[in-house]
């Protein structure tokens, strides 16, 4: 009599159908924190299934292409002030978007220290040692 291995844990609770779910709150700007909350599970579980269901990852990248062109939409949509209308916090929005897109829309720094025409500050080091009272 040959006994049937029961694989360990709970089973999973994937539903192919999260992926138009997905989809659909990454159209309205959703994040990854707030899809996972909207499907009643944590980013964790999410994670695990992206890991596991190639079309669960896909649903993911593309509601993260979505999520950001919402936001750019938003921007663009108040870019233009009028004075009865409502208005965009700039400094507000592009600091969600470096937050939120930081590939694309982080704002970073770079400097270098270097000698004149790019030469290294110190090109040696000259070292003498002398005997007391001599």
């Known amino acids: 009599m040959t006994e049937e291995k029961r694989p360990v844990g709970r089973p999973t609770l994937y539903d192919p159908s999260f992926c138009e779910r997905v989809i659909e709150l990454g159209r309205i700007g959703k994040s990854i924190e707030q899809i996972a909350a909207n499907l009643g599970f944590s980013t964790r579980v999410l994670f695990d299934w992206r890991d596991k269901h190639p079309d669960f990852l896909h649903a993911l990248e593309y509601a993260k292409e979505l999520e950001q062109t919402w936001w ?63």
Do not use: C, H
């Open 72 to 134: 750019e939409d938003q921007a663009q949509a108040y870019m233009v002030e009028n004075p009865q209308g409502p208005k965009l916090n700039a400094s507000l929005w592009s600091r969600s978007m470096a937050a939120r897109f930081p590939k694309k829309y982080r704002e970073s720094t770079k400097q270098e220290i270097t000698g004149a025409d790019g030469a290294p500050l110190i090109s040696g080091i000259s070292v003498t040692f002398v005997k007391p009272n001599e």
